[in-house]
């Protein structure tokens, strides 16, 4: 579980709204971890400030499955790879304990976040639920886990 200090180190990224989604990301991440598997994956620069994160949250009921939510790159480090630093480091992981799928979703009008999931190699599906998000209205990605 993250810390405290994390969560806001995250949440102050936001700007106006901190307080906002600091509140949020301690819900999110307190239910995912009463009912399911949750891991942070936490992008630092050199001088130890957080520049990137991504939050992945395992399904209760199909447990091989996970969904990465909240992926964000700091702007000054946006378009030098760190997002795909991310998802791959968690891609990773997941690997290695045996999930078989990853989903995220995309607002249709991102076209940056659109083609960096499909420069990782996730392919678009219909959208279906997931357990704490609404998926309405998203596009819907998949990448399969080996």
Request: charged letters at 25%.
């Amino acid at each position: 579980k993250p810390s405290d200090v994390i969560i806001k180190a995250i949440a102050d990224k936001h700007g106006v709204i901190s307080d906002k989604v600091f509140r949020g990301l301690k819900h999110t991440i307190e239910r995912a971890q009463s009912y399911t598997g949750y891991f942070c994956v936490v992008l630092y620069s050199k001088k130890n400030a957080v520049i990137g994160f991504a939050h992945f949250i395992q399904n209760s009921k199909e447990t091989e499955k996970w969904f990465y939510t909240d992926l964000w790159v700091d702007e000054k480090y946006r378009r030098l790879g760190n997002a795909k630093i991310l998802v791959t480091a968690g891609y990773k992981y997941l690997s290695n304990i045996g999930a078989k799928s990853l989903l995220c979703t995309v607002d249709n009008q991102n076209i940056p976040s659109i083609k960096t999931q499909i420069s990782l190699g996730f392919k678009e599906i219909d959208s279906e639920p997931f357990e704490f998000f609404d998926t309405t209205d998203l596009l819907m990605f998949i990448k399969e886990i080996y």
